[in-house]
């Protein structure tokens, strides 16, 4: 059985059952205006270039994306080493099921942390985890590993199978042998499909 034709049917088939709805209840522009405002609180970030974060075009990852929460994208030619400020940025993607109210916290956290990024702190070291560390909602950053566990579990669908006509359906969670084929009245079987593709292009 060819499974990779069927990967393709499985975000829109798992998302109806699961009634997660398509459309992001969070704007990310209202979002990103608050998280600035915030961030206008934070005395350690007052000489920096606050206003320039508004200016940064705001997107989000594919809504398979697994591995990436979110990321700062500079501009062609811009290198980590360089001055950075938020001219320097192409955009910011945000990955789409953090923009939703369960996650809208670990949502504006990674937000600041890639303003951070965009305001000239290209990387992980002492000072940008010095700054990450003044974000008012402290238990936020904790929410990454919980959203990385979501997301694996959103990447993974179910194939119900007949053994007897070889009739599938897509879905979320496993049939566990209570449900039978209409047409063969046989139990159908559980395959599970992980999305692997998207780790990749993540
Ligand atoms: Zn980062
Ligand atoms: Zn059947």
Redesign the pocket.
């Known amino acids: 059985m060819n499974l990779t034709n069927n990967t393709f049917m499985i975000k829109g088939d798992v998302e109806n059952i699961d009634n997660t709805p398509l459309e992001l209840p969070f704007s990310i522009i209202r979002m990103s205006a608050s998280v600035i405002k915030d961030m206008r609180e934070i005395p350690a970030l007052r000489e920096l270039d606050l206003d320039g974060l508004s200016g940064i075009r705001l997107g989000t990852l594919r809504f398979n994306a697994i591995r990436l929460h979110a990321v700062?994208r500079y501009k062609k030619g811009v290198k980590k080493t360089d001055d950075i400020s938020p001219s320097d940025v192409r955009c910011i993607d945000i990955h789409p099921r953090a923009l939703t109210l369960r996650w809208a916290i670990y949502a504006r956290f990674l937000l600041f942390?890639?303003f951070l990024?965009a305001l000239g702190f290209s990387n992980?070291g002492k000072e940008?985890k010095r700054l990450e560390s003044m974000w008012p909602d402290s238990g936020a950053r904790h929410l990454g590993q919980a959203f990385g566990l979501h997301l694996r579990d959103m990447n993974t669908g179910w194939l119900w199978v007949c053994p007897s006509c070889d009739m599938k359906h897509v879905r979320y969670k496993r049939s566990n042998g209570r449900y039978r084929c209409r047409e063969c009245m046989v139990p159908l079987m559980d395959i599970e499909v992980n999305n692997s593709t998207a780790i990749k292009n993540g």
């Open positions: 700062c942390h890639e990024h992980h940008f």
